[in-house]
């Protein structure tokens, strides 16, 4: 429950934590990420907002498979809005990365690499919700899930597989991004006339990096296509101590997924060989999208304060023995305020304010998409992570709007819209207790 645990400021208890991370993983083949604490996995009944998973076994031929080579899939529901026949929301799903090769192998054992235990059907609230009262614009529209199993946000390019421990791990984002439009088209997105494009933490990051290849796919029936990524603008940043952990990460599966061809392509053609993988995050893909794009964020989100500014490094990576997925929070003296700003002492703040500054340094000064017309942002400072397909879709607010408002406002305004009064903004903590700026976090 987002008001349980977001509204008070606090974190989730232990023991809530494990009873959400259980019901994933018997859902979906032994998932156990935060990202998808607001995805709801089963086997229900057809009803407004079930979407229900269509395997794709013919793509196999294609080259389309999640990590241990079972086929990919998506989940669908048509349009319950005969209005919105022609008017489609897909979505990313996230679930972290896997980082080097013991790390890859271990991730797909579960559902997060293999479809082999999916469950028949998703939902997802927030900004993919079915309910038109908090989701007046996008309710009524065809919606798609696209779940996570390629290990590097969709962007995995690898023809050849890497063996591991006798395992072949396959590297094949990108071609599952393409077999899925395939099927979506054979459903009715061939006729498409509204297209909105979203997903959250590493399926936001997907967000960014696919957000103009996408565009490619997409008929020439598409009147407006739009991209809003949740929660997946995670910094090129350095730990508290000035360690380069988390650019280590992402550096080391981008060239384990052969990605280059896998992200933004404009990106990859402005950067020298040696520098490409930095395409391999949302800032630098970002400043190169040309499509209308809208980023949900936090400038404190909770997932980067604990596993990229507080993380540390694995035992022996990019060579682990393990199959260790980062170590969060593991900064001397920091797990507490990583994981709660209302835990840090009064020195430990303007650190995580700087993180906060840092955030909206880098998404507005690495390119001209921030100040685009037709462009906009709501950045708040709530510390929270995939808030905006919850319930904090309808409560957190900058400026007096909602993140719903906000994102209503940019998605009916004129393409020409000034991006400045589409932009919203966050607060910095205050020193002194309570910390958090922002009353409706």
């Given at each position: 429950n987002l008001e349980a645990h977001h509204m008070s400021g606090s974190h989730?208890?232990?023991?809530?934590?494990?009873?959400?991370?259980?019901?994933?993983?018997?859902?979906?083949?032994?998932i156990d990420h935060p990202d998808l604490e607001?995805?709801?996995?089963?086997?229900?009944?057809?009803?407004?907002?079930?979407?229900?998973?269509?395997?794709?076994?013919?793509?196999?031929?294609?080259?389309?498979?999640?990590?241990?080579?079972?086929?990919?899939?998506?989940?669908?529901?048509a349009a319950t809005d005969p209005?919105?026949?022609?008017?489609?929301?897909?979505?990313?799903?996230?679930?972290?990365?896997?980082?080097?090769?013991?790390?890859?192998?271990?991730?797909?054992?579960?559902?997060?690499?293999?479809?082999?235990?999916w469950a028949p059907t998703s939902t997802i609230g927030g900004i993919m919700g079915a309910d038109p009262t908090t989701n007046p614009d996008f309710a009524g529209f065809n919606r798609v899930h696209m779940p996570y199993c390629d290990g590097n946000s969709f962007s995995g390019d690898r023809t050849d597989p890497v063996i591991v421990n006798g395992t072949k791990l396959w590297f094949r984002g990108k071609r599952n991004i393409d077999a899925t439009f395939r099927a979506?088209?054979?459903?009715?997105?061939?006729?498409?006339?509204?297209?909105?494009?979203?997903?959250?933490?590493?399926?936001?990051?997907?967000?960014y990096l696919h957000t103009d290849y996408v565009a490619t796919l997409l008929p020439p029936s598409v009147k407006k296509y739009k991209s809003a990524p949740i929660s997946g603008f995670f910094l090129l940043h350095n730990n508290v101590e000035g360690k380069p952990v988390?650019?280590?990460?992402?550096?080391?599966?981008?060239?384990?997924?052969?990605?280059?061809?896998?992200?933004?392509?404009?990106?990859?053609?402005?950067?020298?060989?040696?520098?490409?993988w930095m395409c391999n995050f949302a800032e630098h893909s970002y400043a190169?999208?040309?499509?209308?794009?809208?980023?949900?964020?936090?400038?404190?989100?909770?997932?980067?304060?604990?596993?990229?500014y507080t993380s540390e490094l694995p035992p022996n990576f990019p060579n682990q023995t393990g199959t260790e997925n980062g170590v969060c929070s593991a900064a001397p003296g920091w797990k507490d305020c990583s994981g709660n700003p209302e835990a840090?002492?009064?020195?430990?703040?303007?650190?995580?304010?700087?993180?906060?500054?840092?955030?909206?340094?880098?998404?507005?000064?690495?390119?001209?998409?921030?100040?685009?017309?037709?462009?906009?942002?709501?950045i708040h400072s709530c510390h929270t992570h995939c808030e905006a397909q919850s319930s904090a879709w309808n409560k957190f607010m900058v400026n007096g709007k909602t993140i719903q408002e906000a994102v209503s406002a940019w998605w009916n305004?004129?393409?020409?819209?000034?991006?400045?009064?589409?932009?919203?903004?966050?607060?910095?903590?205050?020193?002194?207790?309570?910390?958090?700026?922002?009353?409706?976090?």
């Open positions: 989730r208890t232990a023991m809530a934590v494990i009873m959400a991370f259980a019901s994933l993983a018997s859902a979906m083949g032994s607001f995805i709801s996995f089963g086997d229900r009944k057809s009803a407004p907002g079930v979407m229900t998973l269509q395997m794709m076994p013919d793509e196999l031929a294609n080259g389309a498979m999640c990590l241990d080579g079972t086929p990919t899939g998506f989940y669908f529901s209005a919105h026949k022609d008017d489609w929301q897909i979505y990313f799903q996230g679930g972290g990365w896997c980082y080097d090769e013991m790390d890859c192998f271990g991730r797909s054992k579960g559902g997060l690499g293999s479809s082999k235990s979506l088209n054979k459903l009715g997105l061939s006729s498409a006339e509204n297209v909105l494009l979203t997903g959250c933490s590493a399926g936001g990051l997907a967000t988390y650019p280590t990460q992402m550096k080391s599966i981008f060239e384990l997924a052969n990605s280059t061809n896998g992200v933004n392509a404009d990106c990859i053609a402005s950067k020298p060989s040696a520098d490409q190169h999208t040309k499509a209308p794009i809208f980023p949900l964020n936090s400038a404190l989100d909770s997932w980067q304060t604990g596993c990229i840090c002492t009064a020195a430990q703040i303007p650190v995580m304010n700087q993180y906060e500054e840092d955030f909206q340094t880098k998404m507005a000064s690495l390119g001209p998409t921030l100040q685009k017309a037709g462009n906009g942002a709501f305004g004129p393409p020409d819209a000034p991006a400045t009064g589409n932009t919203y903004k966050p607060c910095l903590y205050k020193t002194t207790s309570p910390h958090k700026c922002n009353p409706t976090c």
